[in-house]
């Protein structure tokens, strides 16, 4: 079975900041998928980027960039220049095989502005 | 954004009574889920349809039965709630079953059980 940790419960940045999420994971599957949810206040799940088990380049999309280092079975997530609309629960989740997606526990983020 | 409702987006009801909370898409999706949220647990999978009558159990199905009677709608049943299952839940939908494909979350309904 897969299972996915997040050890931060809550983090914080200044606006303009880089902050950077952890996630570890584990899993019996030799291809699977790993994906950050932005969940704002409005309660909408929303995808931020997701990375395939099977490449070595990392994701990134804008602002957003993750650090996956598949030996260690970690993927954590890199938010640069923060802004106050990155202020959410980010959720780390993997999938892969014939498991379903399974989330963590998720990080609070706060920005200061 | 993908296109997915789900009705009611808020309800009260007390302890031992039906609820029934639908999910509505517009994307022709085969895959549709049903999570909860809790806090301190993320989100878990209650049970997925994997096609029209075709549905399986997810990790906390107990307490809950599902029903796709058609590919746009995937309804989650509470036949008699307990305060246990307050909760925020959550309709999912993606294209199949390959992780490739990515799940696109609904707004989410939060039930309160008194």
């Known amino acids: 079975a897969q299972t996915v940790t997040q050890s931060q419960p809550e983090m914080s940045v200044q606006e303009a900041e880089t902050v950077t999420l952890s996630c570890t994971y584990d899993?019996?599957?030799?291809?699977?998928?790993l994906f950050w949810y932005k969940q704002p206040p409005s309660r909408q799940m929303i995808l931020v980027i997701r990375?395939?088990?099977?490449?070595?380049q990392n994701a990134t999309e804008n602002r957003f960039s993750v650090n996956f280092q598949k030996a260690a079975k970690s993927f954590s997530l890199k938010i640069s220049d923060s802004q106050l609309g990155d202020a959410a629960m980010y959720f780390c989740?993997?999938?892969?095989?014939?498991?379903?997606?399974?989330f963590g526990k998720g990080t609070k983020l706060t920005v200061n502005p | 954004d993908a296109g997915i409702t789900q009705s009611p987006r808020h309800k009260v009801t007390e302890t031992g009574t039906p609820v029934t909370l639908r999910c509505h898409q517009t994307?022709?999706?085969?895959?549709m889920y049903w999570y909860r949220q809790d806090p301190g647990h993320g989100l878990r999978l209650i049970h997925y349809?994997?096609?029209?009558?075709?549905?399986d159990k997810g990790e906390v199905s107990d307490g809950y039965s599902v029903s796709r009677s058609k590919t746009e709608d995937f309804l989650l049943t509470l036949e008699s709630a307990t305060s246990s299952q307050t909760s925020v839940y959550f309709c999912?939908?993606?294209?199949?079953?390959?992780?490739?494909?990515?799940?696109?979350f609904g707004p989410g309904t939060r039930l309160t059980v008194l």
């Open positions: 999912a939908i993606s294209e199949s079953y390959r992780p490739t494909d990515t799940q696109y």
């Open positions: 349809s994997y096609g029209v009558k075709d549905t």
């Open positions: 990375q395939e088990a099977y490449k070595q």
């Open positions: 899993t019996s599957e030799s291809d699977y998928y």
């Open positions: 994307e022709n999706h085969r895959y």
């Open positions: 989740a993997s999938v892969g095989g014939s498991e379903k997606l399974v």
